[in-house]
């Protein structure tokens, strides 16, 4: 299934639904539909949000399946509407934290070789990851303020994990049942700002701190059972076009640590909570930074539209303010 978080264009209440057919289904109006129309109150217990839902995701997941599957011979006018009608949020707008990987092998290495430095071969041994700013989440088609003080802003195409459940010293081998889905994320960053910072040997902080686009939906991992390779990898074609140039064009299969592993580091000594985001890094050519502006006609300027599309997650498109 495909969840997401949105709002109505006349209303600010923060609204929980997925996708069916070419409808965006209001779970909390789809229950109390079914509760009147078909005197089933089962689904009232479904949480009002996203967010609430993942706390006790296994339970909420096997009711939102159930009406799934109930609401196909139903008047879905009564509960529904179209993609024209609602405004994307993040999957989970704020979420209680989010850790961003270097996972992806060819651009920890071109990012290096930068700054003038080799592989460090702790690299392969251990995920390594930066806590970015949980308050500062966008969703599907948001604008984004170009930050102060930068020159450089660059895109960066990944795509993440949601957590769900919850738990502290999970092993790589248990991971698959925390992840409540998957979902594309845009790492944006202030190049400048964040060499600034490097040398000092804290960070990127400042550099990434002023904005992380989510969306457009969080896709549950059956939907993508079939993506999966012979060597166990997730095999997703991810592009970025800006300005519908294509500029980006990887694949989610050259990620070097796993989620497992990457969520065996984060959850050691520490609780990994429901609605928790993780990255995965930056995908080989996944930045400007990596392509070289020379290359790419420069930097992200205002009135830019990046456009970051991961095979079977959607398109996550944000306009550059």
């Known amino acids: 299934m495909k969840f997401l978080t949105f709002t109505l264009n006349n209303s600010s209440k923060d609204r929980f639904g997925f ?25 009232n217990r479904i949480p009002s949000t996203l967010t609430d839902s993942l706390i006790d995701w296994d339970v909420n997941l096997s009711l939102l399946i159930e009406m799934n599957e109930l609401i196909k011979d139903s008047d879905i006018e009564k509960f529904s509407f179209s993609d024209s009608e609602i ?30 430095l080799e592989m460090n071969p702790d690299w392969y041994k251990i995920p390594i990851f930066y806590f970015s700013n949980p308050n500062c989440c966008y969703g599907h088609k948001q604008e984004i303020p170009y930050p102060k003080q930068t020159d450089e802003l660059d895109f960066e195409l990944e795509f993440a994990i949601i957590v769900g459940n919850g738990g502290i010293n999970i092993d790589s081998s248990d991971a698959e049942q925390y992840i409540a889905g998957y979902t594309i994320l845009n790492d944006w960053s202030a190049r400048d700002l964040q060499r600034e910072e490097m040398p000092m040997s804290l960070g990127p902080a400042k550099g990434k701190d002023f904005a992380s686009s989510f969306g457009p939906y969080m896709v549950t991992k059956d939907e993508l059972s079939d993506a999966w390779d012979d060597q166990g990898n997730l095999n997703l074609r991810m592009t970025c076009h800006v300005n519908d140039k294509l500029i980006s064009d990887g694949n989610t299969n050259d990620l070097y640590h796993s989620f497992g592993d990457m969520i065996e580091r984060a959850s050691l000594n520490t609780n990994l909570l429901p609605g928790d985001y993780i990255g995965s890094g ?8 990596e392509l070289r502006p020379e290359n790419t006609d420069g930097w992200i300027e205002k009135g830019d539209k990046v456009t970051l599309t991961v095979e079977r997650l959607g398109s996550l498109e944000n306009k550059i303010i």
């Not at 996708?19 to 689904?43: G, L, P, R, T």
């Not at 930056?282 to 930074?289: D, H, K, R």
């Open 87 to 116: 405004i994307f949020l993040p999957p989970v707008p704020n979420p209680p934290s989010f850790r961003d990987f270097y996972a992806f092998e060819q651009h920890v290495m071109a990012a290096r070789k930068l700054r003038g």
């Open 19 to 43: 996708v069916f057919e070419d409808k965006i289904i209001d779970i909390n109006k789809c229950a109390e539909w079914m509760k009147d129309n078909k005197n089933n109150s089962s689904f």
């Open 282 to 289: 930056t995908v080989g050519t996944g930045c400007i930074l």
